[in-house]
């Protein structure tokens, strides 16, 4: 075993099983257009790879500084943020969202009937803060979500208030004034949802900060984590390094959905979206993680305290039970048995009920099949980039755990 095996406790000949299982199940057969692989145990990198392409039309191989649209990796990074306010002393978990937007007080909660002859009863408790973090607010996607087939009568009402984020105009007032509008699809904190509870928790950091959502994140998170190409938008002189998006056709073959030198991407965001508007590349992702996996300190910065972040990836969800209980909609970037979730994060409850290794980790995804997961027992840290939408098209995370807990020989 190499001096950097015995350090990271993990076999690089096994490791290398990556390579052929991408090189064979996804390159070759042109299932994804690329990828980009990142695995650190213990602080050092014990595998980075880069496959395949980051454009086909314009025939770039996948660069070592690619950047990706994250989509819903997006959410961590604003659950965290929101969370450095908590520390801070703004507020507490269980404070009521309308502290700080009057228009969600008194909200009211879906029964029955649509349109004119919806009824509505008015809400057991307020939003909280715990509940927008943890999706238990009874919010919607507003039927913004793909594979949705029949849609909730409420999201009418959102599409009819244009509720929107990416592309959208609203400022982050308007954004939560309009919501607050809506009904509730349930009574807070009694059922999880995927919704946009993640762009309202991107709302009050800027309502709660004083301070630009972007400029927030730019003071608080990524200039001290050296995250130098995360961002809300690509710059004009980094557009080169931006990569493709693609969605797997009716015949299984690659279909160009997002061309980087025409993408929203490349403007300047009308609304920088907390739950899913962020670009960035695999080593500021890793250096995201590694802060994570050390309890909220990298390089002598220290973004959240210990403890914190301990109680963010505990399970919130009621009674202690997992998503496949509690869960409501059948669309989300993770599987619901044995998956508990707490502040920003899903968390694997236990190895039997996933049929997947790496109990006590936490994790999200993105809309173009990016994954992360820090375990913190194990000490590691996995970032997985690609760009093939949607997310649910193959089982990335399940397939890499596998090949990655199986090259842990320490």
């Given at each position: 075993?190499?001096?950097?095996s015995?350090?990271?406790?993990?076999?690089?000949a096994?490791?290398?099983?990556?390579?052929?299982?991408?090189?064979?199940?996804?390159?070759?057969?042109?299932?994804i257009?690329?990828?980009q692989?990142?695995?650190?145990?213990?602080?050092?990198?014990?595998?980075?790879?880069?496959?395949?392409?980051?454009?086909?039309?314009?025939?770039?191989?996948?660069?070592?500084?690619?950047?990706?649209?994250?989509?819903s990796?997006t959410?961590?990074?604003?659950?965290v943020?929101?969370?450095t306010?908590?520390?801070?002393?703004?507020?507490?978990?269980?404070?009521?969202?309308?502290?700080?937007?009057?228009?969600?007080?008194?909200?009211?909660v879906?029964?029955?009937g649509?349109?004119?002859s919806?009824?509505?009863?008015?809400?057991?408790?307020?939003?909280?803060?715990?509940?927008?973090?943890?999706?238990?607010?009874?919010?919607t996607?507003g039927?913004g979500l793909?594979g949705?087939?029949?849609?909730?009568?409420?999201?009418?009402?959102?599409?009819?208030?244009?509720?929107?984020?990416?592309g959208?105009?609203?400022?982050?007032?308007s954004?939560?004034?309009?919501?607050?509008?809506?009904?509730?699809?349930?009574?807070?904190g009694?059922?999880?949802?995927?919704?946009?509870?993640?762009?309202?928790?991107?709302?009050?950091?800027?309502?709660i900060?004083?301070?630009?959502?972007?400029?927030y994140?730019?003071?608080?998170?990524?200039?001290?984590?050296?995250?130098?190409?995360?961002?809300?938008?690509?710059?004009?002189?980094?557009?080169d390094r931006f990569?493709?998006n693609?969605?797997?056709?009716?015949?299984k073959?690659l279909?160009?959905?997002?061309?980087?030198a025409?993408?929203?991407?490349?403007?300047p965001?009308?609304f920088?979206?907390?739950?899913?508007?962020?670009?960035?590349?695999?080593?500021?992702?890793?250096?995201?993680?590694?802060?994570?996996?050390?309890?909220?300190?990298?390089d002598?910065?220290?973004?959240?305290?210990?403890?914190?972040?301990?109680?963010?990836?505990?399970?919130?969800?009621?009674?202690?039970?997992?998503?496949s209980?509690?869960?409501l909609?059948?669309?989300?970037?993770?599987?619901?048995?044995?998956?508990?979730?707490?502040l920003?994060?899903?968390?694997?409850?236990?190895e039997?009920?996933?049929?997947?290794?790496?109990?006590?980790d936490?994790?999200?995804?993105?809309?173009?099949?990016?994954?992360?997961?820090?375990?913190?027992?194990?000490?590691?840290?996995?970032v997985?980039?690609?760009?093939?939408?949607?997310?649910?098209?193959?089982?990335?995370?399940?397939?890499?755990?596998?090949?990655?807990?199986?090259?842990?020989?320490d």
């Amino acid at each position: 075993m190499d001096a950097q095996s015995q350090w990271t406790g993990l076999d690089a000949a096994r490791l290398e099983r990556i390579d052929e299982h991408m090189e064979r199940a996804y390159i070759g057969p042109q299932k994804i257009a690329g990828a980009q692989i990142a695995v650190a145990r213990r602080g050092q990198l014990a595998y980075r790879k880069s496959f395949g392409s980051m454009d086909v039309e314009r025939g770039k191989p996948m660069a070592d500084d690619a950047i990706f649209r994250i989509y819903s990796m997006t959410k961590p990074i604003t659950s965290v943020a929101l969370m450095t306010l908590y520390e801070k002393g703004y507020f507490q978990l269980n404070d009521p969202i309308s502290r700080y937007v009057p228009s969600w007080k008194n909200p009211r909660v879906y029964v029955s009937g649509e349109d004119d002859s919806m009824v509505t009863e008015p809400a057991r408790r307020p939003v909280s803060f715990r509940d927008v973090l943890g999706h238990m607010s009874g919010l919607t996607y507003g039927g913004g979500l793909p594979g949705v087939g029949v849609q909730h009568p409420v999201d009418k009402l959102y599409r009819a208030l244009k509720v929107r984020t990416a592309g959208g105009e609203d400022s982050m007032q308007s954004f939560l004034d309009k919501l607050g509008q809506v009904p509730l699809v349930y009574h807070p904190g009694e059922r999880w949802m995927y919704s946009l509870a993640t762009d309202v928790c991107g709302a009050l950091v800027e309502v709660i900060s004083g301070k630009p959502f972007d400029h927030y994140l730019q003071d608080e998170i990524f200039a001290p984590l050296g995250m130098k190409d995360t961002a809300f938008s690509v710059a004009p002189e980094k557009i080169d390094r931006f990569c493709a998006n693609y969605q797997r056709g009716p015949d299984k073959k690659l279909k160009l959905i997002d061309d980087p030198a025409t993408s929203a991407f490349s403007r300047p965001a009308s609304f920088m979206s907390g739950g899913g508007g962020l670009t960035g590349t695999t080593d500021d992702y890793l250096r995201f993680c590694e802060m994570l996996r050390r309890g909220g300190e990298l390089d002598g910065h220290r973004i959240l305290g210990p403890r914190t972040l301990a109680m963010m990836h505990m399970n919130h969800l009621p009674g202690g039970q997992d998503l496949s209980t509690t869960a409501l909609g059948s669309f989300s970037e993770t599987a619901n048995d044995g998956v508990g979730f707490g502040l920003g994060f899903a968390s694997t409850m236990g190895e039997v009920e996933t049929g997947a290794l790496g109990a006590g980790d936490y994790y999200w995804g993105g809309a173009a099949s990016t994954i992360f997961w820090v375990d913190p027992k194990e000490e590691l840290s996995v970032v997985f980039m690609t760009q093939l939408m949607p997310s649910g098209t193959f089982n990335f995370r399940g397939q890499l755990k596998s090949l990655i807990y199986s090259a842990i020989v320490d």
